[in-house]
């Protein structure tokens, strides 16, 4: 069964509004998820570490005050898109890392197409 | 240069044809390999991870060449549910860190 869900699968909004995406770890407590983003034709590029209980680590490029990472507990970290706008259309796909071999586990992605 | 380069495709190949794929990574401080299948529209998969000594999975066989810093990928007796983008991933400091992907179609 599936060990990592996002929520929403996909989602289209308009332009300047918000956009919430949430990751859930279902069968284990992660201290640590990723959040890539993947566009059209592209590889997967990190785009923050969540860290429960303390401040996301973003990548360079990458700006903290418009996706906005929420790790309130260990089974769920939230992805805001603050003030969306048409170039943030993307797939953002979260992970967690787990079990002996540290083996990466992918939610199924949210697929974010802003108007 | 982006730190993992793969082949440029797609590959367009018959039912039953042999495939290989390269990945070259550029971070000598890359710790792990893998090659993961991502379907359209969907998250990726893990496929297998990439030893040194070579590893085959059925149909597939993976290998790391360190020295050179090459990783590549066999698939013989393709199938038609092969189709897929293929990607070639590194673990360096604890991130994945994903080629760009290489789009396999096996054709009837």
């Known amino acids: 069964g599936a060990v990592v869900s ?22 284990f407590q992660a201290t640590t998820m990723f959040w890539y983003r993947q566009f059209p034709k592209q590889s ?12 996301a680590t973003y990548e360079q490029g990458v700006e903290k005050d418009k996706f906005l990472i929420n790790h309130a507990s260990l089974t769920l970290s939230t992805l805001t898109v603050t003030s969306a706008h048409p170039e943030d259309s993307s797939f953002y796909i979260c992970t967690i890392a787990g079990g002996p071999a540290d083996t990466q586990y992918f939610g199924p992605g949210t697929r974010l197409t802003v108007l | 240069r982006k730190e993992v ?24 401080a890359s710790q792990s390999f893998f090659w993961y299948r991502q379907d359209c529209r969907k998250e990726p998969k ?7 000594s070579g590893n085959e999975d059925g149909r597939f066989t993976a290998q790391l060449n360190r020295a050179s810093q ?21 673990i360096r400091g604890g991130k994945l860190i994903f080629g760009q992907g290489t789009e396999l179609s096996v054709k009837p």
């Open chain 1, 44 to 55: 997967l590029m990190l785009m923050a570490t969540s860290n429960e209980g303390s401040k």
């Open chain 2, 5 to 28: 380069e793969q082949d440029p495709g797609p590959f367009n190949v018959p039912e039953g044809a042999t495939v290989a794929f390269n990945c070259t990574y550029s971070n000598s």
């Open chain 2, 46 to 52: 893990l496929l297998m991870s990439v030893y040194s």
């Open chain 2, 70 to 90: 090459y990783i590549s990928l066999l698939i013989r007796d393709s199938k038609l549910s092969d189709s897929a983008t293929y990607l070639c991933v590194v």
């Open chain 1, 6 to 27: 996002q929520h929403p699968s996909w989602v289209i909004c308009k332009s300047g509004t918000s956009v919430k995406i949430e990751c859930r770890s279902l069968d």
